[in-house]
């Protein structure tokens, strides 16, 4: 029985490996919740304030999304039981499709298991050897797989970088195709994408340009459109990919583009083809809470409220914190001992943000990452502020 018996070679190797992470401080163990999402979690049996959840509109714990899933439930059960292109497409599938490609205002949309299954299923379904990506240095990780598993030549290009794109471009013009790839919003370091400049570099030398928006759909912009729509280039954006599991509450990916794109992706995707579909219940989730975002313009205004707020009372105190000005708020501490310790002593105030370490970001920059949400009172943010500027202190770091 696996897992039972002696400790075997394969263990010993492994047990090498791990006791070298824990040397270089960069063991991972997941901590447990013991309650829904929200501002306050129990955490190991005791109440914490959270500030490192991508629940940004704090919809996974909202009381009308929890009761269309359980009318969802009774009428559709729990299971999909069979891929999309077997039996598992339900109604609920398709109405949630058909009303986030409505309301981006583009032709089509589909969803996928996870947002890494639809950045997986859409990288290597476009591009293969004849072709190249050009990839911001700092993608997300399922973005980078990706166009691994594509087998396109990969040219990575500094970290927003809209010029160095188009010199590279420049040289492009042998390949079958010419992709650009990245985040919207950047995950780790709160910063938006130069769309602007890279949508003028994709129209001058005939690339494609995908944008990876799981943070900034439905949080960023006037109408909730995310990076694209801040930078005013919404139109010009040729793949739109995002997630249900962060500001949506729910969980799924999903991919917006013309009615050819995504009849070509349902056909040639495999991530969406070789998986079980979404359960009905989750999909209702992910609808309900669609619905509720475009009646809600008000959680947008008080997330962004909230994400000044940090970053002034993080500005007051001189911490090195990132360049961008959203929800996404890293406190750059270099080490990653540093950044652990800065985030135990937080945790003693009552605070979990936990430290972001190597290979989620570049050796050499460990951080905090903190994220707000709309359901954080300014109390709340205060709260967090201070314990950072004592815990920094405590650390001799401000
Ligand atoms: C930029 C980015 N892309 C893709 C994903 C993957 O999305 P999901 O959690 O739905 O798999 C994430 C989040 O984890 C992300 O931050």
């Known amino acids: 029985m696996p897992g039972t018996s002696r400790p075997t070679l394969l263990d010993a190797l492994l047990q090498a490996e791990l006791d070298d992470l824990k040397e270089r401080q960069l063991f991972r163990a997941p901590r447990t919740v013991g309650s829904a999402q929200g501002p306050v979690v129990t955490l190991d049996g005791r109440e914490v304030l959270l500030f490192c959840s991508n629940n940004y509109l704090g919809l996974a714990n909202h009381p009308q999304i929890i009761r269309a899933v359980q009318a969802a439930a009774a009428t559709w059960g729990t299971g999909a039981g069979a891929a999309r292109l077997i039996s598992g497409h339900m109604t609920v599938h398709e109405e949630f499709e058909r009303r986030a490609a409505q309301w981006l205002g583009c032709e089509a949309a589909l969803g996928f298991g996870s947002g890494y299954l639809a950045n997986l299923g859409t990288i290597p379904a476009l591009a293969g050897p004849d072709d190249v990506i050009l990839c911001d240095r700092l993608n997300h990780a399922s973005l980078i797989d990706a166009c691994r598993m594509s087998r396109a030549k990969l040219w990575v290009y500094p970290h927003g970088d809209a010029s160095e794109v188009g010199r590279l471009l420049s040289r492009a013009q042998a390949f079958r195709r010419r992709l650009i790839v990245t985040d919207g919003l950047f995950s780790m370091d709160g910063d938006l994408a130069p769309l602007a400049a890279l949508a003028e570099a994709a129209d001058r030398h005939e690339a494609i340009l995908m944008v990876d928006d799981a943070h900034g759909l439905f949080t960023l912009g006037e109408q909730g459109r995310g990076a694209g729509e801040a930078c005013g280039v919404l139109d010009r954006i040729d793949l739109l990919m995002a997630t249900c599991s962060k500001a949506l509450g729910g969980y799924g990916g999903i991919l917006f583009g013309s009615r050819t794109l995504i009849d070509y992706l349902r056909n040639r995707a495999r991530t969406f083809i070789y998986t079980t579909a979404l359960p009905p219940t989750v999909a209702t989730a992910n609808l309900a809470a669609l619905e509720l975002i475009a009646r809600q313009p008000e959680l947008r205004d008080r997330l962004r409220h909230n994400g000044e707020r940090l970053r002034r009372g993080c500005q007051r105190y001189g911490m090195p914190i990132g360049e961008g000005r959203h929800q996404i708020l890293p406190v750059l501490l270099g080490d990653s001992g540093r950044a652990l310790r800065v985030a135990e002593r937080l945790l003693e105030a009552g605070v979990l943000v936990p430290a972001i370490r190597p290979?989620?970001?570049?050796?050499?920059?460990?951080?905090?990452?903190?994220?707000?949400?709309?359901?954080?009172?300014?109390?709340?943010?205060?709260?967090?502020?201070?314990?950072?500027?004592?815990?920094g202190q405590a650390e001799g770091l401000w």
């Open 359 to 391: 290979p989620t970001v570049p050796d050499g920059t460990a951080r905090l990452r903190i994220t707000v949400t709309a359901k954080h009172t300014d109390a709340q943010i205060d709260q967090l502020v201070d314990a950072l500027h004592r815990g």
